[in-house]
């Protein structure tokens, strides 16, 4: 059984999925089970991954890392997301981007923040 926001991942061609509708059947890719991700959240080595939450005069800026993490082409964030209740808010990122992203989201609310690293994966 899926749960919404999971992720998912193909092994095969790296397809992303995020469930929107949760479902008793198996996500399949690639005629493989796509892989649940489970979201870290302690740094090991020289990138960081953890976000890294400001407020700002709109709401709040996401920063990927207290060092800010590489955006290379062969390694860098995907994306930046935040859900805050019923919203979801994600900002794609491309190499050579800053890896932050500002969310319309009141600081002092409930929300939940992940981002995704194309070596290192999902991290919250």
């Known amino acids: ?12 061609c790296g397809n992303i999925v995020e ?8 996500l399949v890719c690639c005629n493989q089970p796509m892989e649940l991700l489970v979201a870290r959240r302690t740094d090991v080595g020289p990138e960081k991954h953890v976000p890294v939450v400001e407020e700002t ?3 709040i800026r996401v920063k990927v890392g207290e060092v800010p993490h590489p955006m290379e082409e062969n ?4 994306w930046i997301e935040v859900i805050a209740g019923d919203m979801v808010y994600r900002k794609d990122l ?13 600081m002092a609310s409930d929300f939940m923040v992940r ?9 919250y």
């Open 57 to 59: 005069g709109t709401g």
């Open 115 to 123: 981002i995704y690293c194309n070596i290192h994966g999902l991290w």
């Open 75 to 78: 390694h860098h964030i995907q």
């Open 1 to 12: 059984m899926t749960e919404t926001n999971q992720i998912f991942r193909c092994n095969v």
């Open 19 to 26: 469930v929107l509708n949760p479902g008793a059947g198996q």
């Open 94 to 106: 491309n190499p050579g981007d800053n890896p932050e992203a500002e969310f319309p989201v009141e």
